[in-house]
């Protein structure tokens, strides 16, 4: 059979949409359209979110945080994919969303988006290993294999259960890093299992769950309750009188599960035909992520035996469920196996997503010690450093003790900070007449509506993100602006130079050919 990639010359067009943003091809295109999908679905994972983050919905506005508030957060979302996928198609290349926003906004401003993606994305590896430790600790140990854990719970910084936590998440980083170490192709033979493996468990586990509901109450599903405080377990530990406000937060659980599909864009150059793939990939999904979600979230909310009951369990909201579950135990027990394993491998996406963003920021001069960070292995066309350092870091973020609450709503907040920076600037510059540079997936005449509604929604995403007790989120925040803005006006604005545009593209043609050839004879 032909290979209808290579009959359509999507190959030579991705090679010079590259050259032409002035960079050389050094990593391995071997992603298709399904498999760049796969990276943005495994990262949501909604097995992972969905599982982990339950509590911050239920323990809100209960039922109706699912059945309202999952589809409003999911409707941001789409918008937001959809506006970045516009610039995607335009601009294919890794490290996209500091591209876009240097190339729409200039060079400051995409180095600030560069810094809070980066930042973003190593708080999504950190978060989702941490919970691949406490779905392990409290489902697998716990629930399946009935040992005491109380080992495994930490009480401070570096007691036992610190220790046994920080080694756990170090141990299962540093297996995710080596997998990426030895090639695009191995991490994407795992990323295409896990978007799989995430259809499979969650249809069996909503599938089981309703078949063995004590009832069917589709009204829990938009029944709004106020579970803030001690009736929700203090998973929002301060009482509100709002039930409004108490619904907005438990907007936070769909910001969280929803969100670091920019791994299409990260990945463009891995990806074939990359300026149709990579915006289709976002836009895939996290649609499917919503559907998928929606039915198995709601399924979580129907099977529980009591709502305010289920509520009240906390952060232990969803190891309770299944323990009052009549599944069949050999069948609770798969799944349970299965969650985990999606975990590890939404994980191990992240990595791949916080790696290619390292690799594309460093290789114009972004970050410390760029020149090491931006070197791509001959043998494996990876970056390897990137990789590790993407790894190290994420641990690092870990140290501090019971840091899940805080890394899940940082890495929210902030990937959703870097996503409106260039959607803000790609209106900004198609009012202006600026950007006339369209690429195959094009939102035509709504273009400018749906970044208006996308800068709304990722307002709206960021203020529930940084609302108490998440308001060291929004400290960090603006901590990072002012010692952004201090750095780029003494030191970096007049060292970093940005992407290459303009007469810098054609200087770099022989430096192209050059590393191209590297990577040839490697």
Not at 236 to 265: E, H, I, K, N, R
Request: glycine residues 10%; charged residues 10%; proline residues 4%.
């Amino acid at each position: 059979m032909a290979d209808p990639y290579a009959s359509t010359g999507a190959e030579a067009q991705d090679l010079e949409t590259l050259h032409s943003m002035g960079y050389a091809q050094e990593l391995s295109r071997r992603m298709g359209g399904f498999q760049n999908f796969a990276i943005s679905f495994s990262i949501i994972c909604i097995l992972a979110g969905g599982v982990t983050a339950f509590p911050l919905s239920l323990s809100a506005a209960g039922g109706a945080s699912v059945g309202f508030g999952w589809p409003l957060a999911c409707g941001f979302a789409l918008l937001v994919a959809a506006a970045m996928g516009q610039i995607a198609s335009s601009y294919p290349t890794a490290g996209g969303i500091y591209h876009w926003a240097s190339l729409l906004g200039g060079r400051g401003y995409g180095w600030v988006a560069a810094w809070f993606n980066l930042l973003g994305l190593l708080f999504v590896v950190s978060s989702v290993n941490f919970g691949v430790f406490l779905l392990f600790r409290d489902l697998f140990l716990h629930g399946v294999m009935s040992m005491d854990v109380a080992a495994w719970t930490t009480a401070g910084f570096m007691d036992s259960g610190w220790w046994i936590q920080t080694l756990f998440i170090a141990t299962i980083t540093a297996v995710q890093a080596l997998l990426n170490h030895y090639g695009i192709r191995a991490t994407t033979l795992l990323t295409d299992f896990s978007g799989y493996l995430i259809f499979v468990v969650a249809l069996v586990l909503t599938l089981g769950l309703l078949a063995y509901a004590p009832s069917l109450d589709f009204s829990r599903l938009f029944t709004f309750s106020n579970f803030s405080g001690e009736p929700g377990g203090s998973v929002w530990p301060t009482a509100m009188q709002s039930t409004a406000m108490v619904f907005m937060l438990g907007l936070l659980q769909g910001v969280y599960t929803v969100t670091g599909f920019d791994a299409s864009a990260h990945t463009a150059e891995e990806t074939r035909d990359a300026a149709r793939a990579a915006p289709k990939g976002m836009l895939h999904s996290v649609f499917w992520s919503f559907l998928f979600g929606y039915i198995m979230l709601s399924a979580f909310v129907l099977a529980l035996p009591n709502v305010a009951e289920g509520a009240k369990q906390g952060w232990n909201a969803f190891p309770w469920l299944m323990q009052q579950s009549a599944m069949p135990v050999v069948l609770k027990d798969l799944l349970i196996i299965g969650i985990v394993i999606a975990n590890f491998l939404c994980a191990l996406a992240g990595l791949t997503s916080t790696s290619r963003m390292m690799y594309a920021f460093s290789r114009d001069g972004g970050l410390p010690f760029s020149k090491a960070l931006s070197q791509v292995s001959p043998k494996y066309k990876t970056p390897v450093n990137a990789i590790w350092w993407g790894a190290i870091l994420s641990v690092i973020s870990v140290l501090y003790g019971d840091a899940f609450v805080v890394l899940s709503t940082g890495c929210a907040v902030f990937l959703y900070i870097s996503y409106l920076m260039p959607i803000a600037a790609g209106l900004r510059a198609e009012m202006n007449g600026n950007w006339t540079r369209k690429g195959p997936f094009s939102l035509g005449g709504a273009s400018k509506l749906v970044a208006v509604l996308a800068i709304i929604g990722c307002a709206v995403l960021i203020f529930v993100g940084v609302q108490p007790p998440n308001e060291k989120v929004g400290y960090l925040s603006v901590a990072m602006l002012v010692v952004m803005g201090i750095v780029w006006f003494a030191f970096e604005s007049r060292r970093f130079q940005g992407p290459p545009m303009g007469e810098m593209v054609a200087k770099r043609r022989a430096e192209i050919a050059a590393a191209e050839k590297a990577m040839a004879s490697g």
